[in-house]
């Protein structure tokens, strides 16, 4: 029979990780009969309070996360994710330092891994800003018992515990879709990364490229150019491919930076002829939205990812559910009239 876990309790009665700690310990900041419905059910279920309010007691959790600076709002709401599941479970003797680096790469990452592993950290949440060149630290730290969790993209040949974030490959094959149907006549689709040395930039343009030449040919698919996220870059690069494909039918941005491409899209007066999906629903970009200069948002739940990396880390570091190594975050695709939902 499986053993009752204090998760279990938790859903039990439809309440948070702390607020069965505060049962247990009899704390504060929870009423009586929340109190008395969780000592009820792990009554009835077997738990064995004592030993695991010991434990509790005892053990201390140094959790670190690692964000870009950079990206508008999506990192900002990752980092909301991040503090309330360490709230949550601040009861549980878990304890949260953020860093932010300048941009989404490596370096910053690597010397800040460093630090953590050399100050005692038990778990690192990294957005990890390069699919291989974070491997060698990322392995360092979890051979020496240090959990590592990537989230929003990952490092997927490296010992990292878990990862969360949207299924990229899947993501872009699913814009794939959407965007064949929109589009009805024989024509030329392009793709924007930021880099392509980001795995989750990297993988939405592989599902994209598998869908259009397997399932869509009306679409030819044209070029996949790397922007840095750069505003002018970006806008460069919109118009780069106007001029280069004359047939251009739709463009997809795998990454930030929807409102510069709408931008100069609606400056070369080409936001009517192409059918354009971007990603992320952060404020700047619902104008363009609005205008129908952007077809579809690809919505990534950044406050759920944030979140999951916490309780990742947390759940690998008491032992539960050691084989979730993966929290896949559905991407929500979002129209105009839908937008209001989601303001």
């Not at 599902?207 to 996949?224: D, V």
């Not at 996220?229 to 460069?236: I, S, T, V, Y």
């Not at 709408?262 to 990603?279: V, Y």
Request: glycine share 8%; aromatic share 10%; charged share 25%.
């Amino acid at each position: 029979m499986k053993k009752v876990t204090v998760k279990d309790i938790a859903r039990l009665c439809g309440v948070s990780i702390g607020s069965v700690d505060r049962a247990l310990h009899n704390r504060s900041g929870i009423n009586a009969d929340t109190r008395a419905r969780i000592l009820q059910v792990c009554e009835q279920q077997g738990f064995r309070i004592n030993r695991f309010a010991q434990s509790l007691s005892r053990q201390q959790y140094r959790l670190a996360a690692i964000i870009p600076e950079k990206g508008d709002e999506f990192y900002r709401i990752v980092e909301q994710g991040l503090r309330t599941a360490a709230e949550e479970l601040k009861d549980l003797n878990v304890h949260l330092e953020i860093t932010k680096t300048k941009k989404l790469g490596y370096e910053e990452e690597n010397a800040w891994m460093e630090t953590y592993l050399a100050e005692g950290f038990h778990g690192v949440a990294v957005c990890a800003g390069h699919m291989r060149r974070l491997n060698v630290v990322i392995d360092k730290l979890v051979s020496s018992g240090v959990h590592v969790v990537t989230m929003a993209t990952d490092a997927p040949e490296s010992k990292r515990t878990a990862t969360v974030a949207v299924p990229p490959q899947k993501t872009g094959a699913i814009v794939a879709s959407y965007m064949g149907r929109f589009i009805h006549t024989p024509g030329t689709v392009c793709v924007l990364t930021g880099s392509n040395q980001i795995m989750d930039h990297a993988y939405k343009a592989e599902g994209f490229k598998a869908a259009i030449n397997g399932y869509w040919p009306q679409l030819r698919l044209g070029e996949i150019l790397e922007t840095d996220e750069d505003p002018c870059r970006l806008k460069a690069a919109v118009k780069t491919l106007w001029e280069r494909y004359p047939d251009l039918k739709g463009l997809y941005l795998v990454t930030y930076g929807g409102h510069f491409c709408g931008e100069a899209m609606e400056e070369l007066g080409i936001q009517k002829k192409i059918t354009f999906i971007a990603t992320d629903i952060y404020r700047r970009l619902w104008p363009y939205l609005e205008r129908g200069t952007i077809d579809m948002l690809v919505h990534q739940n950044p406050f759920r990812q944030g979140y999951e990396a916490v309780q990742l880390l947390f759940d690998g570091l008491t032992g539960k559910e050691q084989d979730r190594k993966a929290y896949k975050v559905f991407p929500e695709f979002v129209i105009k009239e839908t937008l209001e939902f989601y303001q």
